[in-house]
DNA sequence: GCCAACGTTGGC
DNA sequence: GCCAACGTTGGC
């Protein structure tokens, strides 16, 4: 199982949104960034992401599972563009904001620091634990942790 | 709201 | 295939 990160504005598609469509989850598209295509490509049913709001909040605030694997993307008809299912897992008992996120030193290397604007970005499992210690969730059970 | 970073487009 | 122009993202 590989980990990801999607971010989204809130005010464009919130981590309440991705929640009201429960277990059916969602089309992650309009995504017109190879590097966040190819990672989307890579993929798998069963991969697992946070959910980060851009913006405003400025935080990872929920986890999330892929559900259906890199398909064209329904807004557009040019087929260079592919998108993945995602569906709501669990919420951060706590957020992790940026502002943690830069602080920590594990961390420093995450795209979410490096590559700021890639709007689909691979997580390290070092990374997903650390990130997961913080939020208070328990990466395994997905329930809140100690 | 500003502006820097950066990705994409399009002319050559 | 280069590179300037342009548009968008996203933190501040």
Not at 58 to 71: M, P
Not at 75 to 86: G, P, S
Not at 139 to 144: F, Q, S, Y
């Amino acid at each position: 199982m590989r980990y990801w990160l999607f971010k989204s504005e809130p005010f464009k598609w919130s981590w309440d949104q991705q929640k009201a469509k429960g277990d059916a989850g969602e089309t992650w598209d309009g995504v017109r960034n190879y590097l966040a295509r190819n990672n989307m490509r890579a993929m798998e049913i069963g991969d697992r992401g946070f959910f980060y709001h851009s913006n405003e909040g400025k935080e990872i605030v929920g986890i999330v599972e892929v559900c259906a694997e890199a398909h064209q993307d329904p807004t557009t008809d040019d087929d260079r563009w592919q998108c993945v299912d995602i569906r709501a897992l669990a919420d951060m008992p706590r957020p992790v904001t940026l502002a943690e996120v830069k602080a920590d030193p594990k961390l420093a290397e995450m795209a979410l620091v490096t590559s700021m604007r890639l709007s689909v970005q691979p997580v390290r499992h070092e990374e997903w634990a650390h990130i997961c210690a913080l939020g208070g969730i328990d990466p395994d059970t997905l329930e809140p942790a100690g």
